[in-house]
C-alpha cells in the first residue's frame, strides 16, 4: 500500500500543470473583458456628454470642428486635451496628500472628466539625465508626444502648474503587420488618430460641424468619435491563423524600432526616443516598460521570450483592440460667420 501512494505522490501536481495554463487564460480573459466592457461604457458616456455641450455651445455658424475645439469656451468647458496629462510630481507638491479624483478632475472640461478614470500611470526618463529623477505623470493611454515648441495659444488660458500642456496624446491605431518571423508577427504599421475627432467623410460629406456647405447630407450637427487603446494586462498578442488554427509559435513581437507609421504627417508633436521598452533600474537589472510602455505606448510583455518566438525582439506585445465609441447630436446655437460678415443664425 506505501508503494502505491509514493508512485501517486506527484498526480496532483501533473493535473494542476495540465489545466493551470487553460485556466490562466480564462481567469485573464474574464479580468480583461470585464475591464474594456467597463471601459467602453466610461468612452460612451464620454462622447455623449462631449458631443451633447458642444452642441449647445455658442459658435460661428460655418465654424469647423477641428477650430471649434480651439476655442477657450470649448477648452474651459467641453474638452482640452492639455488636461490628457498631469505631472504628479508638481501635483504633489501644489497639494501634498493630494487625492487625484477629488483635487483634479473636478476641474477638468466635462469630457475629460468622464475619460479620467481611464487614466494610466507612465513613468519614464524625460531628460535622459541620471542625475535628475524620472517624470512621473497621470495621463490618458496612448502614444506620449511632445508637443512641438513655441506653438502659439492664444486662448488666454491659465493651467495649473500640474498640468503638463507640453505633451499630447494620441493614438496609434495598428492597420497591418509587417512580414516578420515564420511569416507572421512582425511589426506594426500604424495610422495616428486623436483622442477626440470628428465623424466624417472628405469625400462624401465633409465636415458635417459646418453650416456652410449646403451640398453636404447632413450638416450643423456635432458627429463626435472617441477612441481608447485597450490592452491587456494579463493576455498577449499573437497572430491570428483562423479559427482551430495553432498559433503558439507566433507571438506579435514588440519591436518599436521596425514601428512605421502611415501618416506622419497627422502626429501632433515628436515620439520619446527616451521611452525604451526595456530599460536597466538600478540596481542594472533589465525592466519591462508595461503595458502602455514604449515611445508608441504599444507596450511589452515578458512571456514566452525565447529567440525562436519573438526573433531580434525581446518580448511580446499586449493583446490589444482600440476601443471606439460615437455619438451625434443637431447643433443648438449659433453665431455669426468666423468672418462677421453674416447674420446671425438661431434654431
Request: glycine share 8%.
Amino acid at each position: 500500500m506505501r508503494s502505491c501512494c509514493r508512485k501517486r505522490s506527484g498526480q496532483a501536481l501533473v493535473e494542476f500543470g495540465l489545466v493551470a495554463l487553460v485556466l490562466y487564460m480564462l481567469v485573464g480573459g474574464a479580468i480583461t473583458f470585464g475591464i474594456w466592457i467597463y471601459a467602453a461604457g466610461q468612452i460612451q458616456q464620454a462622447a455623449n456628454v462631449g458631443a451633447r455641450e458642444l452642441s449647445q455651445t455658442p459658435l460661428p455658424f460655418d465654424e469647423t470642428f477641428e477650430d471649434a475645439l480651439e476655442q477657450k469656451n470649448v477648452r474651459q468647458r467641453v474638452y482640452d486635451d492639455r488636461w490628457l496629462v498631469i505631472d504628479l510630481t508638481k501635483l504633489k507638491e501644489e497639494k501634498p496628500g493630494h487625492n487625484f479624483f477629488t483635487y483634479v478632475v473636478p476641474q477638468m472640461p466635462l469630457l475629460n472628466q468622464q475619460l479620467a478614470v481611464l487614466y494610466v500611470l507612465d513613468v519614464f526618463d524625460h531628460d535622459n539625465d541620471d542625475a535628475t529623477p524620472p517624470m512621473r505623470l497621470m495621463r490618458y493611454p496612448g502614444a506620449l508626444l511632445k508637443r512641438p515648441q513655441g506653438e502659439s495659444d492664444e486662448s488666454g488660458i491659465e493651467y495649473p502648474d500640474y498640468v503638463a500642456d507640453d505633451y499630447v496624446v494620441q493614438i496609434p491605431l495598428v492597420v497591418e503587420r509587417k512580414e516578420g518571423h515564420n511569416n507572421g508577427g512582425g511589426a506594426e504599421r500604424i495610422r495616428w488618430v486623436c483622442v477626440v475627432e470628428e465623424v466624417d467623410d472628405p469625400d462624401t460629406n465633409p465636415e458635417p460641424f459646418s453650416l456652410e456647405d449646403s451640398n453636404q447630407d447632413m450638416r450643423g450637427v456635432v458627429a463626435l468619435r472617441v477612441h481608447y487603446p485597450a490592452q491587456s494586462t494579463w493576455l498577449s498578442s499573437y497572430q491570428d491563423r483562423g479559427a482551430f488554427v495553432s498559433n503558439a509559435g507566433d507571438p506579435n513581437a514588440a519591436n518599436d524600432d521596425a514601428v512605421e507609421s502611415l501618416n506622419s504627417e497627422a502626429m501632433k508633436g515628436t515620439l520619446f526616443d527616451s521611452k525604451p521598452l526595456v530599460f536597466e533600474d538600478p540596481l542594472g537589472e533589465s525592466v519591462y516598460a508595461g503595458t502602455y510602455g514604449g515611445k508608441y505606448g504599444l507596450g511589452i510583455h515578458g512571456a514566452m521570450t525565447s529567440p525562436e518566438l519573438t526573433g531580434d525582439a525581446i518580448g511580446i506585445r499586449p493583446y490589444r483592440r482600440v476601443l471606439v465609441s460615437h455619438a451625434i447630436f443637431r447643433r443648438e446655437v449659433f453665431l455669426p460667420s468666423t468672418d462677421d460678415s453674416e447674420e446671425t443664425l438661431t434654431p
